[in-house]
């Protein structure tokens, strides 16, 4: 058999061309710088009817092909097994595996089994005595927690708190240790655990005591302890926490409270407090007293910094400030009151030196004053007149209360200079207008506290039910103390009207449609007649 075994042409030319193997020669339109042909060697097989399968490997037929073998169809070739299956259905699928190499068979494969490897050939290598599984004969990749072993830089270790044996793990027995070389020989200890390394054993580190096989904290069972031997005594008291020895225990500092196993600071001016909210006693050394649960600065001092307090600068009337220069609480005993971050006098108040004094001592009856002279408002019933106060008309001055009523001391007073003399009555209220040393009530009334109405047709009454004198002129005259109309007139709606204008020719009647006596006149005598003249 002839072949191209080789050629060289321009790299441009397109490949056209015939080869006549009858001829050796080539025809193309390519030019060709060179070309080789050569002859090959070639084997040509059949195989008998019945056994149309060949292997290489024997150079022989077979009706099926043997076992490891597969077939590939389109050659009716038989192709070995991959050395891992028994049997397999193609070069990558296998069908079965053999047991006897540590093979079993899953997702057509035969992986070697837990504890072996794949070493290349059909039987699989043991694995290290401490694998579970691996990937050589150095390399671990899955370890057997149930053999206490865990998976480190491809090794099987033994788990913590275990030493290997030479075959196995055995525990080690010192509590609290990881690592040991025999039961009793510790190399390590559980430092999450609060152990410490000892020699060959394992200790508490300080803070912390031994409790069968743990290490339980101080200071859990004794607030503020640092080291302590057991949990009823306390050997050191964590003084870097404000905390102090006291007896088997710790307690806090002076100016601390305990709260959640913490000493915390009291509050400012505290010696001692049971919270940060109550004070049970105070710093007077530092001019704090206590006031309620907390401990204030003394009358005068100002806290100035935190645990310090100190004396007011000199603001007149100031009896605690909260800075050098700003006063909350005035004297106001002296009637200072605060004003601005510091102390003025109150209303009815004058400055004077270092005191406040009484406007209305100076000036009476004022009640806001910038001096002793000058008065800026009165107290009613007083009115501002310049700089001073004077009485309302109906008052009076008085020395005590400023001004006072006319009509407290003389009743009916509508003006007056002092309680005896009355300048003017009150005509309104039925008084006399004309002034003196009292107020009489005009004709027709009487006094009764005030001027009440004297009975219909009385002039001058003492009292209600006694007249003294009666209104002649409308015909009323006095009948006793009380007014009764003269004869010939009967009372009318408050007024002695004439029998005469009801009934003509009456000279006396009891009501507007009776007469008892009639009039005489020249020709004769009206004589009375039914009820009428």
């Known amino acids: 058999m002839v072949a191209l075994v080789s050629l060289a042409y321009d790299a441009t030319a397109a490949i056209n061309f015939v080869y006549s193997s009858s001829s050796l020669a080539c025809t193309g339109t390519a030019t060709f710088s060179r070309y080789t042909f050569g002859y090959l060697n070639y084997m040509y097989r059949t195989c008998p009817s019945g056994y149309p399968y060949f292997t290489k490997t024997t150079n022989l037929c077979y009706d099926t092909c043997p076992s490891n073998y597969w077939v590939k169809t389109v050659t009716n070739l038989c192709m070995p097994c991959s050395y891992s299956c028994l049997t397999c259905s193609s070069d990558t699928v296998c069908l079965t ?39 050589s004969a150095t390399t671990c990749s899955s370890c057997s927690a149930t053999n206490h072993r865990t998976l480190s830089a491809g090794l099987c270790q033994c788990s913590s708190g275990y030493y290997d044996n030479g075959a196995a793990c055995d525990a080690c027995l010192v509590a609290g240790c990881t690592t040991c070389t025999a039961p009793s020989a510790c190399t390590g200890c559980d430092s999450a655990l609060h152990f410490v390394l000892n020699g060959a054993g394992c200790d508490c580190t300080t803070g912390y005591y031994a409790s069968g096989s743990s290490c339980l904290s101080c200071s859990q069972v004794i607030p503020g302890c640092s080291a302590c031997s057991g949990p009823g005594s306390c050997d050191t008291c964590d003084s870097a926490s404000n905390f102090v020895s006291s007896g088997s225990g710790c307690d806090c500092i002076s100016a601390h409270y305990l709260s959640s196993g913490s000493c915390l600071p009291c509050p400012s001016g505290c010696l001692t407090c049971t919270g940060s909210f109550t004070c049970t006693s105070c710093d007077s050394s530092s001019n704090y007293v206590q006031s309620g649960g907390q401990c204030d600065c003394l009358s005068g001092y100002y806290e100035s910094t935190p645990g310090t307090c100190t004396l007011c600068p000199g603001i007149v009337g100031c009896v605690q400030c909260s ?52 008065c800026s408002d009165c107290l009613l019933p007083s009115t501002l007149a310049g ?70 047709g009385c002039l001058a009454c003492s009292s209600a039910a006694v007249c003294t004198s009666a209104d002649i002129a409308n015909h009323f005259i006095l009948s006793g103390t009380t007014t009764v109309c003269d004869t010939g007139y009967l009372l009318v709606a408050g007024s002695c009207k004439s029998c005469g204008l009801y009934l003509p020719g009456c000279t006396d009647c009891s009501s507007t449609t009776f007469c008892s006596a009639c009039m005489t006149v020249v020709t004769g005598v009206l004589s009375v007649s039914g009820n009428t003249c």
């Open 323 to 374: 800075g050098p220069a700003t006063c909350s609480s005035c004297d106001s005993a002296q009637h200072f009151e605060v004003s601005s971050g510091s102390c003025s006098c109150s209303r009815g108040y004058y400055p004077s030196g270092s005191n406040c004094l009484s406007c209305a001592a100076s000036i009476p009856a004022c009640t806001e004053c910038t001096s002793s002279t000058s």
């Open 97 to 135: 595996c053999d047991s006897s190499t540590h093979r079993t068979l899953s997702s057509g494969a035969c992986s070697c089994s837990a504890g072996y490897y794949d070493s290349g050939v059909a039987l699989c290598s043991s694995c290290m005595a401490s694998c579970t599984t691996c990937s």
């Open 387 to 456: 700089s001073i106060c004077t009485c309302t008309t109906g008052f009076f001055p008085s020395s005590t209360t400023g001004c006072e009523a006319c009509a407290l001391y003389i009743s009916g007073c509508a003006s007056c200079d002092s309680s005896t003399n009355c300048l003017s009555c009150d005509a309104g209220a039925n008084y006399n207008p004309a002034g003196g040393p009292s107020c009489t009530c005009k004709s027709g009334y009487y006094l009764d506290t005030i001027c009440k109405p004297c009975m219909t």
